[in-house]
């Protein structure tokens, strides 16, 4: 058996590599979210003013904050004020959850990373109840798609999964119906407000670390049994390509909508500068 040094190193990119990939596409999308719904807010607020926001907020800013309460009581978190929806024009925010923990409890300290990007799993796990509620059947195509590897990449099976469920939802007869917009702007009500704010990131610093280091841990032992290709379509493919596939049409949407904001608000200018 090769000395135990050996094997840490030999392993320890492997294990890095799956850390990327498992935890990097939830980062990736969390910034892509937070930086299309701070585009579309401000469009909107320097043109229509601040209430503006609360048209998607009205859904969006309670399941957010419904989502830090939960994981709160996970991790034994005491919950001290709790605002679903609130909106403060001073402040900006729409809801707010105050919560306290013990320093130096490790358990806890964690909690505080987990309870900083629950919106994250909160809006998803919304996300699917829409889908599943308004098109099941799309839904169903999307989690058919094949992901047993056969030598693609994990992203080729997010797309592959994506082009599935947005085929599924894209269709004419669906572009003419009612039922349509109305999931596509509850979806956009979700999704325009799920990403963690810069004060739910700043919570979760000193807990992420102790995070990272049993991430990075458990990826080395699995990495030290199987290669990480292996890892990616036997553990990872099957659980994170779903989520990426919901995820990515929340970016295809909050981009229409991006793109949406932009046409209306240019036509108001236009409107404005006429008079």
Not at 101 to 124: H, K, S
Not at 144 to 152: C, F, I, Q
Request: proline residues 4%; contains cysteine.
């Amino acid at each position: 058996m090769p000395p135990i040094g050996n094997i840490i190193t030999t392993g320890f990119w492997p294990a890095v590599y799956l850390l990327i990939v498992a935890v990097g596409p939830l980062i990736l999308f969390a910034a892509a979210v937070h930086l299309l719904e701070r585009i579309i807010q401000q469009r909107l607020v320097t043109r229509f003013g601040w209430r503006s926001v609360l048209w998607t907020g009205w859904l969006g800013a309670p399941i957010h904050e419904l989502s830090h309460a939960v994981v709160c009581v996970i991790f034994r978190h005491r919950i001290e004020e709790i605002a679903l929806f609130e909106p403060d024009l001073q402040s900006g925010r729409l809801g707010y959850v105050r919560h306290a923990y013990r320093a130096g409890n490790w358990y806890q300290e964690i909690g505080n990373v987990f309870i900083g990007i629950a919106p994250l799993a909160g809006g998803t796990l919304a996300l699917v109840t829409l889908l599943m509620l308004f098109y099941p059947e799309a839904g169903r195509a999307a989690l058919l798609v094949d992901l047993g590897g056969n030598g693609r990449s994990f992203w080729a099976m997010v797309l592959d999964s994506t082009q599935a469920l947005v085929g599924g939802l894209f269709q004419w007869q669906h572009l003419a119906s009612l039922r349509f917009w109305l999931f596509v702007y509850l979806i956009l009500c979700v999704g325009s407000h799920m990403a963690p704010s810069l004060s739910d990131y700043h919570g979760g610093l000193k807990g992420s670390l102790f995070l990272i280091a049993l991430l990075l841990g458990v990826s080395l032992f699995v990495s030290l049994f199987n290669s990480p290709s292996t890892t990616i379509t036997v553990y990872v493919a099957p659980v994170l390509v779903p989520v990426m596939t919901v995820l990515m049409l929340v970016l295809v949407l909050c981009g229409i909508a991006t793109g949406l904001v932009f046409l209306v608000t240019g036509i108001f200018d236009k409107l404005r500068i006429g008079k």
